[in-house]
């Protein structure tokens, strides 16, 4: 049972993770964001589809997917 809810948590973390990478992504043409959504119930099978209103922002998106995580300053 823990096993399970620490996939879902860990899940959970990813999607998160990734939404704040591309939350300031935005067409520099059109103002648009990507679209981003999220299929399987596990980070074993996890797929993401990201869509957006041209290649412009799918560019910047893919860009900001595959960037480090920011880090924390301490």
Same mark, same amino acid.
């Given at each position: 049972? =823990? %096993? *399970?809810?620490?996939? !879902?948590? @860990? %899940?959970?973390? =990813?999607k998160q993770a990734t939404r704040e990478k591309l939350a300031g992504v935005r067409c520099p043409h059109h103002g648009q964001p990507p679209r981003l959504d999220f299929q399987g119930g596990s980070l074993r099978d996890v797929s993401? @589809?990201?869509?957006?209103?041209?290649? !412009? *922002?799918m560019s910047l998106a893919n860009r900001a997917i595959y960037s480090p995580p920011a880090q924390a300053c301490d």
């Open positions: 049972m =823990f %096993l *399970v809810q620490d996939e !879902a948590r @860990s %899940l959970e973390e =990813f993401i @589809s990201l869509r957006g209103c041209c290649p !412009a *922002v």
